[in-house]
């Protein structure tokens, strides 16, 4: 497992930091290209777990992918929509965003497919899924839990209707699959479907892939039968959640930190965290595809903040590593939704503030962080969750002392984060 101990930064920080492709991004641009008519180009793919499952995932499928290697660049032949393997043992890893994929775009295709996983993610109750996919004409065999069988002979169409948008990743699985259907998809969710940032994600994908999808001014997308992807070149965004742990390193080191091919032109929610650093006392300067932080002139002129961070929830670990510095209370709200592990999540965090020395106080649906008047030295334990433990190295750069049990956790999402944060910080 091993620990990785966080080196002080020296001296305030002059860095542009290169950001991997955001893996949401990627794998959604995959299985479009994937889907397509003709061939396509995708571009700063990052080398993360979830990323190469797909890969994996697809050639078994029978999609020809070059090169033969996973690389940030890869040429997809697309299939228009019928996968060439009718039947096929498809790997889902312990990636349940790949399965929500794949489960919907193997039910759009015609064939016989087995769809298997890890340990973690067969434990992972599946009724929303399934029920969601036999509404639109699925046949799918399953006790709830995986495997999955899927007897492909295209999805028909209609309605699927989802209780809350927590159901974001079943839905875009959905949504990308729904260009394949006899007729009309109509997805209702409980709230307006392209404040979901997950659902207006996928959109912009499909719209790179030429798919129209129809907000009809309710609760409700639309994709219009019939239509077929088409072969594209696309460049996948810097990950926007991981891109601004680095630029939050500038509130907390001081200096400046910029990431570029990355700003408010951006379709991913989280580029709005900058504007939570500024309010806490950073400069920030914002630009299509730029983004730079630039950190107080001195150390502990941090702000606490009061936010609400329902369309970012996964910047929480990244803004409670700026609160331990700041110089008063910071409240984040709507952070913990269903599933119920979410909120286990937020008691995770908890605990690893608590030992650096902050006064924490969960609520139904987030966290109040009372900084300590200096940060302790302490043993970080993520429990596996690669976005805690990128996020909660930052407090070692202001701070002796700070180890993180198990970094190998970050490659799950970003392979390289230690080395790109040692070569920020030198």
Not at 99 to 117: E, F, N
Not at 198 to 213: I, K, N, P, S
Not at 240 to 255: E, M, Q, R, S, T
């Amino acid at each position: 497992m091993g620990t990785y101990e966080v080196k002080p930064a020296q001296r305030p920080l002059a860095a542009v930091v290169p950001v991997p492709g955001s893996a949401t991004l990627a794998r959604q641009a995959m299985l479009a290209a994937a889907l397509a008519d003709g061939t396509s180009r995708l571009t700063n793919l990052p080398l993360a777990d979830d990323t190469r499952c797909l890969l994996d995932a697809l050639r078994a499928l029978g999609v020809l992918i070059r090169p033969d290697e996973f690389s940030p660049q890869l040429e997809i032949k697309g299939t228009g929509g019928y996968w060439p393997h009718g039947e096929a043992d498809v790997p889902c890893g312990n990636a349940s965003a790949v399965l929500y994929l794949l489960a919907a775009a193997c039910s759009a295709g015609r064939g016989r497919y087995r769809l298997h996983g890890g340990e973690s993610l067969r434990q992972q109750p599946l009724g929303e899924m399934i029920n969601a996919l036999t509404d639109l004409g699925a046949m799918i065999s399953c006790a709830g839990y995986l495997p999955i069988h899927v007897a492909g002979s295209g999805l028909e169409g209609g309605t699927v209707c989802f209780s809350s948008s927590a159901a974001g990743a079943v839905a875009s699985g959905i949504l990308l699959a729904a260009p394949c259907a006899r007729t009309d998809v109509f997805i209702e969710i409980a709230r307006d479907p392209l404040g979901c940032p997950a659902l207006a994600q996928t959109v912009g994908v499909m719209e790179a892939f030429g798919v129209t999808v129809v907000h009809d001014r309710t609760r409700r997308l639309i994709v219009p039968a019939p239509q077929r992807y088409k072969g594209a070149a696309y460049f996948v965004e810097p990950d926007a959640a991981i891109a601004v742990i680095f630029l939050a390193a500038a509130a907390i080191a001081g200096g400046s930190v910029t990431v570029e091919r990355l700003g408010t032109s951006s379709i991913q929610p989280e580029v709005g965290f900058v504007d939570l650093l500024q309010r806490m006392g950073c400069q920030v300067d914002q630009r299509p595809d730029r983004l730079r932080v630039t950190g107080p002139a001195h150390r502990g002129r941090l702000h606490g903040v009061d936010v609400d961070l329902n369309t970012m929830p996964d910047t929480a670990p990244t803004l409670a590593a700026v609160a331990l510095f700041a110089d008063g209370p910071t409240r984040m709200s709507n952070v913990a939704r269903p599933p119920a592990g979410e909120h286990h999540r937020l008691s995770v965090l908890a605990r690893q503030l608590t030992g650096l020395g902050a006064r924490v106080k969960i609520s139904a649906d987030g966290l109040t962080i009372d900084p300590p008047a200096t940060v302790q030295p302490a043993e970080i334990d993520p429990a596996g969750d690669p976005g805690m433990a990128m996020s909660l190295t930052l407090a070692g750069l202001a701070a002796a002392g700070v180890v993180i049990r198990n970094p190998q956790c970050a490659g799950a999402t970003c392979p390289e984060f230690f080395t790109r944060l040692e070569a920020m910080c030198r």
